[in-house]
Nanobody, 127 residues
């Protein structure tokens, strides 16, 4: 498994921007599909972005589409989440996670397939 450490969280005003980073250790990052999840108090953890191993394909749910952008730098083993036009309902702990895709360069949208997780970073959006 790869070790993942998120950073970049904090307090941001509604309508503002924030960029999260996820640093990976180990030599498997470029072979993993990566995801960003979030969990608000008393809510289920939900997927907000998935990016395939090569970084060429991404998936977003409707509620963040057009506002969040996931990118990755496989030369540095870093995953990013650019959050624009943030809303108070984006307040949550954000986690990065990795999923093995040994045969296909695809995104992964099934939470149970992610088996490497970071500890999360708090994002708070004030209105």
């Amino acid at each position: 498994q790869v070790r993942l450490v998120e950073s970049g969280g904090g307090l941001v005003q509604e309508g503002g921007s924030l960029r999260l980073s996820c640093a990976a250790s180990g030599n498997t990052f470029s072979s993993l599909a990566m995801g960003w999840f979030r969990q608000a108090p008393d809510k289920e953890r939900e997927l907000v972005a998935s990016i395939n191993p090569s970084g060429q394909s991404r998936w977003y749910p409707e509620f963040v589409k057009g506002r969040f952008t996931a990118t990755r730098d496989n030369s540095k083993d870093i995953l990013y989440l650019q959050m624009d036009k943030v809303k108070p309902e984006d307040t949550a702990i954000y986690y990065c996670a990795g999923a093995r895709t040994p045969w296909f360069d695809t995104v992964v949208t099934t939470r149970s397939r992610y088996d490497s997780w970071g500890k999360g970073t708090q994002v708070t959006v004030s209105s």
